[in-house]
């Protein structure tokens, strides 16, 4: 999803977060596990919340 501003707003895959984070896809899905990274599932797949992704990755959630 893209706004006018040419802003995306769709979450981030797991492969994506993790390149972003520094860290491996094993990492960040066990942080989706134990709920420390918020994530989101449609269907079967998983995928971190773009914004809260980020606040996540600075320390503020």
Do not use: N
Request: charged share 30%; proline share 5%.
């Amino acid at each position: 999803m893209v706004d006018h501003t040419g802003v995306s707003y769709a979450p981030y895959r797991v492969s994506e977060f993790a390149k972003i984070a520094g860290m491996t896809e094993v990492a960040i899905y066990q942080g989706i596990k134990d709920g420390t990274i918020p994530s989101l599932r449609v269907g079967r797949r998983l995928f971190v919340p773009r914004e809260r992704g980020l606040r996540w990755l600075r320390g503020e959630e």
